[in-house]
Structures are given as structure tokens and as C-alpha cells.
């Protein structure tokens, strides 16, 4: 158990599937107190169910809702922070991703993306930063991608969406390092979750997906990231699954994407979250 967690108050956005499931297990193992939040109540009450198995103390609190609605996240923010007299750190955790290029692409996919990638991390954020800085501790981790820091082939809104996020944390560091409160980035490459299947960058038995990330490793991440001691931060962790070239941002190209089984645009290894 982390001393440095136990006990603290955390809020877990898309907690109930991939990587917000693996992070809630993660701190609830090191003795943290868990806000579960995504749309599926049942995913959130069979997270809920593992943390209770574990054993270690930690409680959670289910809170079903969609957090690119403002309204929502003002019931969130409501439930989280009255139910143990505050919250201590954020993951802003919930994304979605659609392949494509700007021709098959539609505005309707433009706007769903940045909803849920972008919008959420705003609302969010604006409704947990300002009780951490004004009691001058907290943490805020953003659960980004590979795809925030260089762009991909048949990526253009995701890829957009992410390059926010990451901005968006560069920027509000400035205003939360001087009053105590972390900024933390997570960008990892290739992760074994649902989220590749769903937007077609994957293909179920695909021999890349035994080398990739386990959501689990993202989580650890994140967990490190919030445990730094009182004097340090640690502003960007970039993960790399061993079967993966470093590619992002390190002036080697990306091969052309591939197509998966319905013709439809595939990363090649460099594959990410």
C-alpha cells in the first residue's frame, strides 16, 4: 500500500472498461478512496463489486453520467466532493477515437470527439482544479496518447483532440505548480483495450495486441504519477510498449496505415490509445 494514496480522494473519468477500470483498481489497491464516472451504470457497479473484493479499505462511490454534459458534471462534482469532504486528485481519464481521413470523416464525428475528448477534460477540470488550489494540494493526471504529440496518419480529429489535451495541462500548470497542485500527462503508445476494436484500428486475434500495453501498465502510471513526494511533479510520462519503435516525436516516420479486415484505415505497430 502507497502511503502517499492512502486515504486520498480520487476521481476516475471512463472508469468502467480499458484503462479507467485498471487506474480505479489500482488506487483503490493503494488504500485510495475512488469516484467511479462513466455513461454504463453496470460497468461502474462491477468495478465498484472488484474494489470491494480487494480488501484494502478503500471505498467507492458510483456516479452514472456523461461527462461532456455541463449538467452532469455539476451532479459529479456535487456527489464527489460531499462525499468525503473533498476530492485530492483527477483523471481525466474518458476518450474516443474514430480512424478516418478528412474526406470520410463527418462534423458529427468532429463533434463527438471533441466532446468526449476535449469538452469533458474542460468541465472537468474547471469543476475539481479550483477546490485543489484553493486548499493548495491536489492532483490532476490526463490519461492522453502518442496522439497528442505528433500527428498520425488517418488520425486527424483524434489527433487534433489530443494535442489539446496536452496543451491544455502545459497551460494550466503555470497557475496550479505555485499553489501546490500537480499536472501530470500520461501519453502511452499501444494499449491492449477495448478502445482499438471499437474504431477500427484493430482487428480481434491481431498478434500485435500480446506486445502492447496492459491497461494495467498505464495505470501504474498514473498512480506513480500522483505519488511524487511534496517537492516534485512529474509533467509528461510518454509510454512505449516493447514492440513498438519510438516513432512520436522522435523524427522517424510513421509507415502507412494499413487496412483492417473492412477496408477501413489501420495503424501499422505504432498503433496507440
Known amino acids: 500500500m502507497n502511503p502517499s494514496i492512502k486515504d486520498q480522494r480520487v476521481v476516475i473519468t471512463g472508469a468502467g472498461k480499458g484503462i479507467g477500470r485498471a487506474t480505479a483498481l489500482a488506487f483503490a489497491r493503494a488504500g485510495a478512496h475512488v469516484v467511479l464516472a462513466a455513461r454504463t451504470e453496470t460497468d461502474l457497479r462491477a468495478v465498484a463489486d472488484e474494489i470491494r473484493a480487494l480488501d484494502s479499505g478503500a471505498q467507492s462511490l458510483v456516479v452514472p453520467c456523461d461527462v461532456s454534459r455541463e449538467e452532469d458534471v455539476a451532479r459529479l462534482a456535487g456527489e464527489a466532493l460531499a462525499w468525503r469532504g473533498g476530492i485530492d486528485a483527477l483523471i481525466n481519464n474518458v476518450g474516443v477515437g474514430k480512424n478516418g481521413t478528412v474526406a470520410s470523416l463527418s462534423t458529427a464525428d468532429f463533434d463527438w470527439m471533441v466532446a468526449t475528448n476535449l469538452r469533458s477534460t474542460w468541465l472537468c477540470t474547471k469543476a475539481f482544479l479550483p477546490p485543489m488550489l484553493a486548499r493548495g494540494s491536489g ?25 489539446a489535451q496536452i496543451g491544455f495541462a502545459q497551460s494550466i ?88 479486415q473492412s477496408g477501413e484505415p489501420r495503424m501499422d505497430t505504432n498503433g496507440h490509445e
Open 173 to 260: 500548470d503555470y497557475e496550479c505548480y505555485p499553489r501546490n497542485v500537480r499536472v501530470s500527462v500520461i501519453a502511452p503508445g499501444g494499449t491492449d483495450t477495448p478502445f482499438g476494436f471499437y474504431n477500427g484500428t484493430r482487428v480481434p486475434g491481431d498478434p500485435r495486441l500480446a506486445g502492447f500495453h496492459a491497461p494495467e501498465d498505464v495505470a501504474e502510471a498514473a498512480l506513480f504519477a500522483a505519488s511524487q513526494p511534496p517537492r516534485s511533479r512529474i509533467f509528461m510520462i510518454w509510454m512505449r510498449p516493447m514492440n513498438e519503435s519510438l516513432g512520436t516525436g522522435s523524427g522517424v516516420d510513421f509507415k502507412p496505415a494499413e487496412r483492417n
Open 139 to 163: 492532483t490532476v493526471v490526463f490519461i492522453s496518447s502518442v496522439a497528442g504529440l505528433a500527428g498520425l496518419p488517418n488520425e486527424p480529429i483524434y489527433c487534433a483532440t489530443k494535442f
